[in-house]
């Protein structure tokens, strides 16, 4: 399946982002029925498979629905969305674990529930877009984690180095559903339209506890909060409320008069400031009150760079030197909790018990996950990162040849470094384009910033 949008469906979206674009204050009244639309709803179904995800409650899969007849089973969602019958099912809770220990919970639809959000997104996606400021950088086309990364080094280099370093508790589940519709209705007036996502929201969760019984919570419709995390409608849902803390920074003139930028990536953000940092962290409290979410006290900090540092997005901010001179500049480094994890995931795929595999399955296996990370970190001062992850993998996957072959001890001798890189086609991460390529950054004199003095502490 291509998951080239359709031409059709491309003049469609670019229509709708014109009209938004054009008119900040046009409002849409006829967009059900393009929810429903042939092309729309088959290139939805084609966006869901291609994500893949496991079943929702109904345990049906994609498989279920290509061997019952994709066409038919297409035909039919077409009429419940006409008719207006259609009603989403319970959404089924999974919890994957956090680095802290803790468990994130994660909401999977039916399959059916997310092709009928996604072709929502679809449609309302590109009216949004028009909306969302640019220091929004999640789920945007043409805009990533990285490029948030970017504005964040950008902004410290151009002296906002008094940092609200911030996290919100839960943010997903706390979003309230009442300012959020008035959000999506500032916008839509198709009342079809706002009762379909009305009803994803306050659609009943499912788990199954750990004698496998099956329970239903109407958590979300009783208290009038929460927005499902795993749903193809929630990314776009989460930025449309987060816009209104962005939009209401400016608008209340905290940007300019504490000359204090913020960069957003989903629930995670950063307040970089001119001034005092202490002042931007009790309005944004105070924001965050009226929106009625919830500011996590204990992972949220004031920081001054330099000498602190505080990390975001997977990357730790602050004072470096220059390996040639040893002068100090502000830069950016994989942090040292992303280097642990990705070494734990290489401990956890050489264990000694999984040695099933040939040694060239074993080494492309593990080369997915480097390429991966690697993919991701590759902005800023990331050979020391490179070089001790390639270190220990070269490490476990000796370990796993000795384990495998039940041997006492594998030589380095017989298994060196160019063995794995060679023989077996282990990825070297050290001559990665990443590295190779040096970005050129500029050097920065370290004078200690207005509002930082009271803040200081020895780097980390």
């Known amino acids: 399946m291509s998951l080239t949008t359709p ?101 999977i639809p039916t399959i059916r529930d997310r092709v009928v959000q996604m072709s929502a997104v679809l449609v309302l996606g590109p009216i949004f877009e028009a909306d969302l400021p640019p220091e929004q950088y999640a789920y945007r086309e043409n805009r990533s984690a990285l490029d948030a990364v970017e504005a964040v080094h950008k902004l410290l280099i151009q002296g906002y180095r008094a940092v609200v370093d911030a996290d919100l508790s839960g943010y997903f589940d706390s979003v309230p559903h009442a300012e959020l519709m008035k959000s999506v209705a500032r916008r839509v007036v198709d009342g079809a339209m706002l009762h379909l996502i009305k009803m994803w929201l306050e659609a009943p969760v ?148 999984k040695v099933q595999q040939e040694p060239e399955e074993k080494a492309a296996e593990l080369n997915r996950v480097l390429r991966g990370w690697a993919g991701y970190f590759q902005l800023g001062a990331v050979s020391k990162a490179y070089r001790a992850i390639e270190a220990h993998t070269c490490h476990r996957m000796r370990q796993w040849l000795r384990s495998k072959y039940k041997q006492r001890q594998i030589s380095y001798k017989s298994h060196s470094d160019a063995y794995l890189h060679t023989k077996l086609g282990l990825l070297n991460m050290t001559s990665l384009p990443a590295v190779i390529r040096v970005r050129k950054q500029k050097e920065y004199h370290l004078t200690p910033r207005a509002g930082c003095e009271k803040f200081a502490r020895p780097v980390r």
């Not at 994709?70 to 006409?82: A, F, H, M, N, V």
């Not at 997005?313 to 909790?337: A, D, E, V």
């Open 206 to 353: 499912e788990e199954t506890d750990d004698e496998g019984k099956q329970h239903r919570s109407t958590r979300n419709r009783d208290e009038g909060r929460g927005t499902p995390q795993g749903s193809p409608i929630s990314p776009l849902l989460s930025n449309l409320y987060m816009r209104r803390f962005v939009m209401g920074w400016r608008k209340l003139g905290h940007q300019a008069r504490l000359g204090a930028h913020i960069v957003n990536y989903a629930d995670d953000f950063v307040i970089c400031c001119r001034g005092n940092a202490e002042t931007a962290m009790q309005a944004m409290r105070g924001m965050m009150e009226k929106l009625k979410l919830t500011v996590n006290e204990t992972k949220t900090h004031q920081r001054c760079v330099p000498p602190e540092s505080f990390d975001f997005l997977g990357y730790t901010f602050g004072q470096m030197y220059w390996k040639k001179n040893g002068r100090p500049y502000i830069g950016k480094q994989p942090s040292l909790k992303r280097v642990a994890r990705i070494r734990e995931a290489i401990s956890a795929m050489t264990d000694r018990r």
């Open 7 to 107: 031409l059709s469906v491309q003049k469609l979206q670019a229509t709708l982002h014109a009209k938004a674009k054009d008119s900040p204050t046009q409002r849409f009244h006829a967009l059900y029925d393009k929810v429903y639309r042939k092309d729309v709803l088959a290139h939805a179904y084609t966006r869901c498979r291609a994500n893949k995800g496991a079943a929702g409650v109904d345990n049906q899969t994609f498989e279920d629905i290509e061997e019952y007849g994709l066409e038919q089973w297409l035909e039919e969602l077409t009429q419940e969305l006409k008719n207006q019958t259609y009603k989403p099912q319970a959404v089924r809770r999974v919890y994957i674990p956090k680095p802290d220990g803790k468990q994130r919970p994660l909401g």
